[in-house]
Structure formats: structure tokens, C-alpha cells
């Protein structure tokens, strides 16, 4: 089946500096969402990604599509201690109905 | 905009007993409801696709007849494990996606464990 393949897998960063993190396939998305999911919660969406070549922000994020249409990445801005949690991509291949393929999750831990 | 409940948030019962999770979407009419199982630092597992007044679809490996999904409306999915066992303990999520939409919203999780 699709798989995603999403890096790194856990990252332990000092407040301030700047995150960067990606999933990559060899399957070809046409949508593709990031996530962030707290401890004992349900995913938030962050980011949702619809075009080729799509740049997004929202607030200190910031996620693109790639060209190829078989990656993502998203950039975190002057972490605060507030970003810690696992950070999800997720992608859907075809319309409206097709179900979403997650990457493995990257853990995310800000030292204050 | 776009918020799902669950209840319960946490159930604990006991081997071989049924259990009921609930699944709304508060503010938007879902005609798609997805059950996901997620194991401690994993990912999410898609179990089932549940369509308003249809049956619902699961993925390979799922027992149907174990996890028991009814979307009887527009805003409510409900997912019922059956003669649960230890092996079913697991955070299991719903999410819901409204008509025309790409995105999938979760709810909140509900923690089930089996004794």
C-alpha cells in the first residue's frame, strides 16, 4: 500500500530556533495535511494543502506542496515551549472520498 | 468551526462485554465519519469508512463483526467493539469530513481499557 515516509522521527530543539520536518512518498498525493496531535488527544488540523507548488502559512507554520506532488514539508517559526507534541502529514490520493495515508508521526520536544 | 466530540473520553470494562463509543460533529453535517485505533507512540490506524445510511467499509484485517459501525445520521457515528478482550485496550479516534471537503477534523480520542 502508500506509504509515507516522514522525518525525523523525533527532534529536541531549544526555544527560539526554527523547525523544519517533511514526508515524502512515491505515490503521488493531491492533498496533502499536517497535523499536530497532543498527549491523550485527537489530531488538530494545522495546515491543509491542495496544489502543486502551494505555499501555506498559518501564523509561525509554514507547509508546501511540493512540485512533484509526492512530498510536503512544514517549517515551525521561533519554537515555544507550546509546539511540543507529534507533528502528522497526511496525504489523500484521488477525490473527495479517498481516505487519508499517515506518515509516522515526528515527536517534537522544545527545551524552555 | 468543524468540532467533533466523542464520548466517552474513557471507559474501562470489563473481558468479554460490549462497549458503545460515540462519535458527533457539533457544527457541520459529516457525510463521512472515519474510526482510527492508535497504539502508543504510533501512528493512526484506519479501521473503517462509515458513509451516512450506508454500511460502513473496513480495512483489511478488521473484523467487522467485532467492531460494529452505524452512522445513522449526519452528525452521529457510532462504533460498538464487541466481547471486547485486553487486546482491544487502544486510543480510538473518530474523525468526520463534510461534503466536498478534503480535510478530515477529530475528535477528541477515547481511551478503552479492557480488564
Known amino acids: 500500500g502508500q506509504q509515507l515516509n516522514q522525518s525525523p522521527q523525533s527532534m529536541f530543539i531549544q526555544e527560539g530556533e526554527d523547525v523544519s520536518m517533511n514526508c515524502t512518498s512515491s505515490s503521488i498525493f493531491n492533498t496533502w495535511l499536517w497535523y499536530k496531535q497532543d498527549p491523550g488527544e485527537g489530531p488538530v488540523l494545522l495546515i491543509a494543502l491542495y496544489k502543486a507548488g502551494e505555499l501555506t502559512s498559518n501564523g509561525r507554520l509554514t507547509a508546501q506542496f511540493g512540485i512533484t506532488r509526492k512530498d510536503s514539508f512544514l517549517n515551525i517559526s521561533a519554537s515555544i515551549p507550546s509546539d511540543v507534541g507529534i507533528y502528522f502529514c497526511a496525504g489523500q490520493l484521488g477525490g473527495y472520498g479517498n481516505k487519508l495515508v499517515f506518515g509516522a508521526g515526528t515527536i517534537l520536544r522544545v527545551k524552555s | 468551526g468543524a468540532v467533533v466530540s466523542q464520548h466517552p473520553s474513557r471507559v474501562i470494562c470489563k473481558s468479554g462485554t460490549s462497549v458503545k463509543i460515540e462519535c458527533r460533529s457539533l457544527d457541520f453535517q459529516a457525510t463521512t465519519m472515519f474510526w482510527y485505533r492508535q497504539f502508543p507512540k504510533q501512528s493512526l490506524m484506519l479501521m473503517a469508512t462509515s458513509n451516512e445510511g450506508s454500511k460502513a467499509t473496513y480495512e483489511q484485517g478488521v473484523e467487522k463483526d467485532k467492531f460494529l459501525i452505524n452512522h445513522a445520521s449526519l452528525t452521529l457515528s457510532t462504533l460498538t467493539v464487541t466481547s471486547a478482550h485486553p487486546e482491544d485496550s487502544s486510543f480510538y479516534i473518530c474523525?468526520?469530513?463534510?461534503?466536498?471537503?478534503?480535510?478530515?477534523?477529530f475528535g477528541p480520542g477515547t481511551r478503552l481499557t479492557v480488564t
Open positions: 474523525s468526520a469530513r463534510f461534503q466536498g471537503a478534503h480535510e478530515q477534523y
